[in-house]
């Protein structure tokens, strides 16, 4: 059974950090675009960012200069270093990736994780 699991998330004074991480298990042939979502009470659910194969990135503008994006291949993971955090952060955090399951064919699924919440209070 292929699954995305999170870690990573707890509670954290402003201007504090966190690292999450996210590994997909499972028969997993290739691995395309891998992301970290959010969703805040209240909110929809928003892309914070995201990194493909090759290594290129992208973030929200809310995160950049304080969040990186990294991945390790050989592990299926993917990582969210989260610094100087606000109380805006606050949410649940997501992990998503698109994967090959099929041996015969390259079409990639989108798969989820089952989130990790991020509190930022003092």
């Known amino acids: 059974q292929v699954q995305l699991v999170e870690s990573g998330g707890g509670l954290v004074q402003p201007g504090g950090s966190l690292r999450l991480s996210c590994a997909a298990s499972g028969t997993i042939f290739s691995i395309d675009a891998m992301a970290w979502f959010r969703q805040a009470p209240g909110k929809q659910r928003e892309l914070v960012a995201a990194?493909?194969?090759?290594?290129?990135?992208n973030y929200a503008d809310s995160v950049k200069g304080r969040c990186t994006i990294s991945r390790d291949n050989a592990k299926n993971t993917v990582y969210l270093q989260m610094n100087s955090l606000k109380p805006e952060d606050t949410a649940v955090y997501y992990c998503?990736?698109?994967?090959?399951?099929?041996?015969?064919?390259?079409?990639?699924?989108?798969?989820w994780g089952q989130g990790t919440q991020v509190t930022v209070s003092s």
């Open positions: 998503n990736a698109a994967l090959q399951i099929e041996l015969l064919s390259p079409v990639y699924h989108d798969y």
């Open positions: 990194i493909n194969r090759g290594g290129s990135t």
